[in-house]
């Protein structure tokens, strides 16, 4: 028996993992990603195909942001009747996780108030 599922977004996932689908534009499966962390310590990335590139990118911005550190990549190329390539990215929180994970949410809400008052001025 797996890990419980939970939905976030309509992205269904188990507690530590992240399947990347082409559904989502990248920004959200980094938000997805910095939330999940919030709760657990190692966040599993998983993508197919064309969306290794995303998945790619969700670890890296994670990484750039000192919010978490790549600790294990695994490529694959599925099953014996099937060629897609599949990608397993884990990233482990770093010790600085909650205080600059606040510090960026501040920034953003500060950021999202900016846009919002340059609409109303237009």
């Known amino acids: 028996m797996g890990a419980p599922k939970k939905s976030e977004g309509g992205v269904e996932r188990a ?3 992240l399947n990347i689908q082409g559904t989502k534009a990248p920004i959200f499966y980094v938000a997805l990603a910095e939330k999940i962390l919030t709760d657990q310590e190692t966040l599993h990335i998983h993508a197919l195909g064309s969306c290794i590139e995303a998945a ?63 609409g109303k001025k237009k």
């Open 56 to 118: 790619v990118g969700v670890a890296d911005r994670l990484e750039r942001n000192g919010l978490a550190k790549i600790t294990k990549i695994k490529t694959d190329k599925g099953g014996r009747n099937d060629a897609t390539a599949q990608i397993v990215i884990s990233v482990t929180k770093t010790k600085d996780f909650a205080k600059l994970y606040e510090e960026q949410k501040k920034e953003r809400e500060t950021r999202a108030g900016e846009h919002e008052e340059q």
């Open 15 to 17: 507690d530590d993992r």
